[in-house]
């Protein structure tokens, strides 16, 4: 069965930065690309992060220079780290893969930008 646990999230003040983790199991996780998506109040969710095997990265337009995909095979995670942030990064942060057309999602984490 896979699983995606997100942690990490929280409130944070405009400018600041947070690291997002997203532990998987049930798959043998060094060989999936993984995803960060994120999903504000009234929005549609939106893919904000790519990892394509172990160094090819792709970004939102709206993240690129001020957020960071990777991940660490030995501990079945991948990260976020998340810089600069801003009001409109508000939004739940969901870690997603998929395989054979089945998509597996997280339960999210919450992050708050505010002053």
């Known amino acids: 069965q896979v699983q995606l646990v997100e942690s990490g999230g929280g409130l944070v003040q405009p400018g600041g930065s947070l690291r997002l983790s997203c532990i998987a199991s049930?798959?043998?996780?060094?060989?999936?690309?993984l995803d960060w998506y994120r999903q504000a109040p009234g929005k549609q969710r939106e893919l904000v992060a790519s990892?394509?095997?172990?160094?090819?990265?792709k970004y939102a337009d709206s993240v690129k220079g001020r957020f960071t995909i990777s991940r660490d095979n030995a501990k079945d995670t991948v990260y976020l780290q998340m810089d600069t942030l801003k009001p409109e990064d508000t939004a739940v942060y969901y870690c997603?893969?998929?395989?054979?057309?089945?998509?597996?999602w997280g339960q999210g984490t919450q992050v708050i930008v505010s002053s």
């Open positions: 997603h893969t998929d395989t054979w057309g089945t998509n597996y």
């Open positions: 049930g798959i043998a996780f060094r060989f999936y690309n």
């Open positions: 990892i394509i095997g172990n160094t090819n990265t």
